[in-house]
């Protein structure tokens, strides 16, 4: 297939590095051939690690059926659970032995402060150990102390006990929500990248590790054609198929009363479907037209991979850094943990009864938070979706689950630095909040600050949503951190204007309202709420006639 690829759209820098030269289009291949059994064998080498393909047809959440198991493990019973925990660690396990024994046995409040917080450092050192080994199967406890930090069992109550023991364990929804010690095996075996805060700064003049960037951003730009020519086809059956029914209606004729041998002419409604087929024959044109310049892309890019590929292996191969993809990401996790908590929050890193205050479904679960994020998108339609191209896609992003007693989710990535177009972005939940929803929308308003900024580039301050947002707080003379003052908005727009409830200024309430519209089922309800919602929907039927919006 390279042999057919074109390079006119190749990034200039590859190009440049390459030697390659944009040439005509080449013929295009029999669309089957993409994505049949050769060519998965092809690309079994160059796809990147962007942690699975996203599906850009998916137009929701599933629903979750079953938040816990009817039976609960037993490995919290297990006598031996904590020596298991600590077992195999080295020194630095008997170090984390030492100062927890003098912190339980502690009886001044005063020693026990101190202890506590000598226990922190250690703690996580510890748990970077057992990071290193979530790349293959680890023992039950240290699963768990990873995923739940849960390091002793009787630090909690026997109900805490069964009701951690029945979370489900596995991801049967498949959905991009990871707890900790599968963040650190997906990273570890490469399923994902690093987060792009703990990128490895190389050598300047290395040509080694220029083919190794380059060849990153050349697999993003990879897998968003591929994603996108697979979301083309899938759409195009879709046409295809409402076409195929339309017409057997078309087809049906009831014989003339008159001359029962002579069928009737076409009904009303046959008419009407006739005109529904000729809008659904242009849309496939359409769609057509659109996969032409996919699949090009597609190939280009492929070519762009495999020719990279080739250079970095006469180079010698990837290139070897110093430190490992699972210890830089160990750091960020402790960082982005921190950051959950806030300075004055609770930073014991154990799962203990003395700090755990949250019923069972305000726990940081996959499957509560997979509710809560339908929930969010019930009322935010676009809350997980990015335009490229003038398509908006969905793009539901990679959540990381952290066992932390904090009450702020972040988002530290909109996307994928090498892949804008369908990569996922990533957030951040504590497991163990106040209020598992609060801590999950702090985090999509940073993602939908993020995204806004990132897609208005220089032009933040002046366009779109982050423009519209930032004019308005220089005109109220605000101080402070505007992306605070934005996630505090956009919660207010999530619990109460959602409802009805006027909390927000007028002009961020029309900013939101035609940036970060309510779904229509929203809509329809406040708009008889209230003339300040029933005047921004009518406004909303003036631009779709005047079809400016």
């Known amino acids: ?10 990034d200039p820098e590859i190009a440049a590095l390459l030697g390659t030269a944009g040439s005509g289009e080449g013929p295009l291949p029999d669309f089957s051939d ?5 060519n998965k064998e092809d690309f079994a080498d160059i796809s990147s690690a962007s942690g699975g393909d996203v599906d850009l047809a998916l137009s929701g959440f599933p629903p979750v059926t079953k938040r816990l198991e009817e039976k609960g493990h037993n490995f919290f019973n297990d006598p031996n659970y904590y020596k298991t925990a600590l077992s195999n660690e080295s020194e630095i396990a008997q170090r984390v032995h030492g100062i927890l024994q003098k912190y339980l046995t502690a009886k001044d409040p005063k020693d026990r402060s101190v202890f506590r917080q000598q226990f922190i450092s250690p703690y996580w050192e510890f748990l970077f150990n057992i990071a290193r080994k979530a790349t293959g199967r680890l023992p039950p406890p240290k699963k768990y102390l990873l995923r739940f930090g849960l390091l002793h069992p009787t630090f909690i109550t026997p109900d805490l006990r069964d009701f951690f023991s029945k979370i489900v364990d596995g991801n049967p929804l498949e959905q991009s929500i990871y707890y900790l010690d599968e963040w650190f ?39 968003g054609a591929r994603s996108i020519l697979k979301s083309k086809e899938k759409e195009r059956h879709e046409i295809e198929n409402i076409i195929r029914s339309r017409l057997n209606s078309v087809f049906e004729h009831a014989p003339l009363q008159e001359l029962t041998e002579v069928s009737d002419c076409l009904s009303e409604s046959q008419k009407a479907t006739i005109n529904e087929i000729q809008n659904l024959l242009k849309q496939m044109m359409k769609n057509d037209h659109e996969m032409e310049i996919n699949i090009r892309d597609f190939i280009s890019a492929e070519a762009d991979v495999q020719h990279l590929t080739d250079k970095l292996a006469s180079e010698g191969g990837p290139v070897t850094v110093d430190i490992g993809a699972i210890d830089t990401e160990c750091e960020t996790v402790r960082q982005m943990a921190k950051m959950t908590i806030g300075r004055q929050g609770n930073h014991f890193p154990v799962l203990s009864s003395e700090y755990f205050h949250s019923v069972p ?13 339908a929930r969010i998108e019930s009322i935010d339609s676009e809350a997980f979706c990015r335009i490229y191209k003038n398509r908006l896609n969905r793009i539901a992003p990679f959540v990381l689950l952290i066992p932390t007693y904090g009450d702020m989710g972040f988002c530290w990535e909109p996307f994928d630095r090498y892949n804008r177009a369908t990569s996922r972005g990533r957030i951040i939940v504590p ?22 900024k990132e897609k208005a580039s220089f032009y933040w301050m002046e366009e779109g949503l982050t423009g519209h947002y930032y004019q308005w707080f220089q005109s109220q003379k605000l101080k402070g951190d505007i992306k605070e003052y934005f996630i505090r908005d956009y919660i207010l727009w999530m619990t109460k204007e959602a409802d009805g409830i006027q ?28 003339f300040v919602y029933q005047e921004l929907y009518q406004r909303d039927q003036n631009r779709a006639m005047s079809d400016g919006y």
């Open 361 to 373: 479904n305000e726990v940081g679960t996959r499957e509560n938070v997979i509710s809560m994020m």
């Open 503 to 530: 909390k927000l200024d007028k002009d961020v309430r029309g900013t939101f309202w035609r940036h970060m519209p309510f779904t229509k089922e929203v809509k329809e309800k406040l708009k008889n709420r209230s």
């Open 431 to 452: 497991m163990y909040p106040r209020n598992l929803y609060l801590a999950l929308l702090t985090a999509v308003a940073d993602l939908r600050w993020q995204v806004a």
């Open 1 to 10: 297939m390279a042999g057919n690829s074109t390079h006119g759209d190749m």
């Open 185 to 223: 095996n997906g990273i570890g075996t490469g399923k994902m990248r690093s987060s792009s805060t703990d990128e490895v700064r190389v050598a300047r003049g290395n040509v080694q590790s220029k083919y190794q960037q380059l060849l990153e951003k050349a697999q993003g730009k990879f897998d």
């Open 34 to 38: 993409i994505f049949g059994e050769k």
